[in-house]
């Protein structure tokens, strides 16, 4: 069982405001596209009720979603997203590196490799971060 805060649910609701306004769509004829009644959409966008992650699908699909809005709006609902690397769309390189990453004709020690090279860098990011959070605590000072 999935357990849902009330700001997770008003989140997903104001994402399929959204998605269902940008397309010209009333609350009752998206419920009636996806199998659903007027008021149960309505009570989603409100955030008074959580959505399946099947209600999710029958809602992308009803509303003609793209692949990565569907994700968008699963993980809206607080749900993994179909494609992983939907998450990541603003991101190409860290895409590209995740596909590599995954794909089995890549050498496994060139895939070790790669892991350890982004631990580096995970490492040294952090560094930096203390680094700023130090400075700017003794600007503050």
Do not use: C, W
């Amino acid at each position: 069982m999935v357990v849902r805060t009330r700001e997770q649910a008003t989140a997903f609701g104001g994402v399929l405001k959204e998605f269902r306004e940008s397309r010209r769509v009333s609350q009752s004829k998206l419920a009636q596209r996806a199998g659903f009644d007027h008021s149960y959409v309505s009570r989603l966008e409100s955030g008074a009720r959580t959505p399946t992650r099947d209600a999710v699908d029958q809602l992308a699909k009803a509303l003609e979603l793209t692949g990565v809005q569907h994700d968008e709006l699963l993980v809206a609902a607080g749900f993994l997203p179909r494609e992983v690397s939907s998450l990541l769309a603003g991101e190409p390189e860290i895409t590209e590196v995740l596909n590599l990453l995954q794909n089995a004709d890549v050498p496994e020690e060139y895939r070790l490799s790669m892991r350890q090279v982004l631990r580096v860098l995970a490492d040294q990011a952090r560094l930096v971060l203390k680094g700023e959070k130090a400075s700017d605590s003794t600007v503050a000072a």
